[in-house]
């Protein structure tokens, strides 16, 4: 089935149509949300530490809840998880909400409230995952997955900034109410979602020897593994920075306005978007690994637009180049992830990739906010684009992190799903 075809098809399944909406309410509300508590904790301290902080408090639950979460997500129902996950970050939000309006904030109450937050990110992001192929049929996988991005970037990286920044620039405390109120537009959404059952029971004995068994499968999938390690740099080093160093640069190098960071933001979505309609129309490359590491190591480089950055103009073209790029290689990730692992291992793997993909993100954070301040933005982006790349240029030129692609259209399905190791 060609894409386009597929992705009207889409049109016939009402769960996957419900998700996606409540899903593009969730992250409006998440773009609003990202550039309202970045401009508070910058106008707070005047420091990219605490910035680096703060999203390293997000960051560092997920990395430590993540496999169990995997291990939860495989035993219970992933729409009702996710349902628990949107309530409760509602609930936190919500609470941060009441102590802006009783102008009692302290930075340490930041602190915790990202800490929370993140438990349930690390429920979330492995039961979505996961989620996804047992409400689409295989062949329209890849167009869930471009439309998925397409609805992340639109509303969560493009309108949801652009309206943050405005917002903010009237009431912090009303950008942040809004956001709260999309997490229960979300849970609603996924209450109206057909019911779906465990994929096994949740009274299976021993956890942890399910945890074992996905890093078992993982660590022999030659293809799993590698991109996992590689993209750990990336992801810690050049692409979770942005958030902290990019605001930080426009605010107190060029000293922009508040808006013009909501803008900033606002572009990386809309390059994103630009991206997810191409994507939506290319058919899947037989070479996926090649392909796949080919667009996140020329975004990764696009980081060195950074270390010459004088004016707003060259900052906006390092989001505007990544942006799409990346999601060019999300999408054959991702795609490749539900099609070729076993499904009852699915939720174990994904949380496995996002525990190693984000495992280093919290010391990143850390680092890039002290060095930025030490050496410069600029010297900081130069160093860590050439050193990120390496891995995934060596990947490139790989035979067995490739081996998986290779002679694909003589390969069965089912031969494609349990192939874990290379020749």
């Known amino acids: 089935m060609r894409k386009r075809g597929a992705l009207k098809a889409l049109r016939w399944h009402p769960d996957p149509i419900r998700l996606l909406f409540g899903q593009a309410i969730s992250q409006l509300g998440d ?15 005047h420091s990219p530490s605490k910035l680096a902080w703060t999203a390293a408090a997000r960051v560092t639950p997920q990395v430590v809840f993540l496999l169990i979460g995997g291990a939860i997500v495989d035993r219970f129902s992933r729409r009702l998880l996710l349902i628990i996950s949107d309530v409760a970050r509602g609930l936190l939000t919500a609470g941060l909400v009441l102590v802006l309006v009783t102008h009692s904030l302290h930075f340490w109450e930041l602190v915790v409230y990202a800490l929370s937050f993140g438990v349930f990110d ?5 039961a979505m995952s996961a989620l996804i192929p047992e409400i689409v049929p295989e062949d329209l996988l890849p167009a869930m997955n471009s439309l998925r991005p397409l609805s992340n970037n639109l509303m969560g990286q493009m309108i949801g900034p652009a309206v943050g920044g405005l917002l903010v620039a009237y009431s912090t405390t009303w950008a942040i109410a809004l956001d ?8 609603s959404a996924l209450a109206l979602m057909s019911a779906t059952l465990p994929p096994t029971s949740p009274h299976a004995p021993n956890m942890w020897h399910e945890i074992r068994e996905g890093l078992r499968y993982v660590r022999s999938t030659t293809w799993l593994w590698t991109t996992l390690v590689a993209v750990t740099l990336t992801n810690a080093f050049v692409f979770s920075p942005m958030g902290v160093l990019i605001p930080y640069f426009l605010r107190h190098h ?20 630009v991206g997810a309609l191409i994507s939506a129309n290319l058919p899947s490359p037989r070479r996926r690994v090649r392909m796949m590491w080919l667009y996140w190591s020329v975004s990764t480089l696009a980081g060195l637009l950074m270390a010459v ?10 989001p505007l180049i990544a942006s799409p790029l990346m999601l060019f290689g999300n999408v054959i990730w991702e795609s490749m992830m539900q099609s070729e692992v076993p499904r009852e291992l699915l939720g174990r793997t994904s949380s496995i990739d996002w525990f190693v993909s984000l495992g280093m993100m919290p010391v990143g954070l850390v680092v890039a906010g002290a060095l930025a301040k030490t050496l410069s933005v600029g010297t900081y982006y130069l160093i860590a684009s050439l050193v990120s790349a390496v891995p995934g240029i060596a990947i490139l030129f790989s035979r067995r992190a490739n081996a998986i692609d290779d002679s694909r259209s003589s390969r069965s399905p089912t031969a494609a799903r349990h192939e874990t190791t290379a020749p």
């Open 180 to 187: 709260c109120l999309t997490f229960f537009v979300s849970a």
């Open 31 to 45: 773009g609003v949300g990202l550039v309202a508590l970045t401009l508070l904790v910058l106008d707070t301290t």
């Open 122 to 126: 690390a429920l979330f992001f492995p």
């Open 309 to 318: 950055a004088t004016n707003l103009w060259l900052v906006l073209l390092f």
């Open 254 to 273: 060029l000293h922009e306005g508040k808006a013009v960071v909501g803008y900033a933001f606002a572009v990386s979505g809309l390059s994103g978007s």
